[in-house]
């Protein structure tokens, strides 16, 4: 969703700047990188927790539960789902 509304500010800042006569880059790269900033903080957490997830880890803090059976993650206290 954040990247099509990305998308959409870019091609209207785009058509914007060619009606007007103003240079196209700063018109583009500024909402480009507003939507990149955007989308990097939305789903960089949810991409991070899928990882460690996957990968044996806790999810908080990243520590290796390889054999922990407690469910408990001795370095943050997080109950393993």
């Not at 880890?57 to 407690?70: A, F, I, K, M, Q």
């Not at 469910?71 to 943050?76: A, F, K, Q, S, T």
């Amino acid at each position: 969703m954040v990247l099509l509304c990305g998308f959409m500010a870019v091609i209207l800042a785009a058509a914007v700047a060619l009606h007007g006569g103003l240079p196209v880059l700063p018109a583009v790269a500024a909402p480009t990188v507003i939507a990149g900033c955007l989308w990097y903080r939305w789903d960089r957490p949810y991409a991070l927790r899928r990882q460690r997830r996957a990968k044996g880890l806790c999810v908080r803090c990243g520590y290796d539960l390889t054999g922990n059976v407690s469910g408990v993650c001795p370095e943050c206290g997080r109950h393993r789902p």
